[in-house]
Each structure stands twice: as C-alpha cells, then as structure tokens.
C-alpha cells in the first residue's frame, strides 16, 4: 500500500460536533480537599500533619476519576458526516429521516407532550442524561428516538443540515406529521 492510500485510510471523520460528557478538572477537587485538610490541622494548631490530607487525597480524586471516566463514557456525543455516537451507542446518520423541531413543552413541564419526547433515548442509558436536552429524530422504518446534548441547539445545527441535504426539508414525512408518528417501534 502506498503512503497516500495509507493516510488516506487513517483519516478521521471530520468531527460536526463533540461534547465530551465530563471534564477532567473535575478530579482537582481531591487536592484542592488535601489543601484544605493540611490548613485546617495546622489551623487548628496540629502542625502539618500528613495522613489525613493524603487519605482525602486519594479517596477524593479516585472517586473523581471513576465519575469522570463514566460520564465521558456514557454521556459523550460525537457527530461526523457518517455517524452520530451518543454514549456508546453509534448510529448511521443515514438512518436519520427527519430531525424534529424544538419541543414547545420541556418533559417535566406537565403540558402534553410531543410523541418523539416519550421515545427511547439513543445510548444505552434509561432516559435522556441529567442536563441534556432532547432531539427528536424519526429513523428509518418508521422508529423515532431521541438524540441528546448539553448544547443541544449546537447539535441540531449541525445534524440538520445533513439529513436535510440527504432527504429534503421536509424528509419522508406526510405533512400530517408533527412527531405523533402512530407507527413508532419504541
């Protein structure tokens, strides 16, 4: 294989959008929490002692870490012109028909809700993640699901486009539909 056709196999998607689901700043707090222990001890008049500010330093930032490492699992989103990652779950953006419109009620406003809002979310988590917001999408032979993010409005943006280029503005849709799609799997 020549180098061109190598790097050409060894590209990466050209990434729409991306939320990586947690920061690692996070784990900081174990030695900010250390910091504080050694100042309360000396405070207190106990001198610079080190084992408890090293004990809050290890359990601190070891729980951090574990959390960290899930969120960026479970909870990270991933859009390239193929696909679309939320969690570990990864969907064809081919499989994409329609992107629905922003919801007029938020789930927990009591109002009634649209059908795509009681959809399945895509990830392998139960529901939507704690605060992220959820896109309607209608998927290939009639399924409807819900994508998510923390900047959702940014991920719409983005995902729009390419089904719209693919499918039309108006997708594959009678004009009755306003994502009460009788016919959904989940």
Known sequence: MSAAEQS???R???????????????????P??????????????YGWQVVVPLVFLVLVSGFLAIQVKAARIHTSVDLTEQTLRQ????INVAEIVKVYPEAE????????????QTARALGELVGVPRGRVGIGLKLTHGRIAQAWA???RHLRAALTPLVEERVGPDG???PQDHGDDAGSKW
């Open 172 to 174: 594959f849709d009678d």
């Open 87 to 90: 969690g570990t779950e990864t």
């Open 105 to 116: 009620h938020a789930p927990d406003s009591g109002e009634p809700l649209q059908r795509w």
């Open 150 to 152: 923390r900047r959702h």
């Open 12 to 30: 990466e998607p050209k990434r729409l959008f991306y939320e990586p689901g947690a920061t690692w700043y996070w784990v900081l707090a174990g």
């Open 8 to 10: 050409g196999t060894d």
């Open 32 to 45: 900010a929490t250390a910091l504080a222990m050694l100042f309360i001890e000396k405070s207190a008049g």
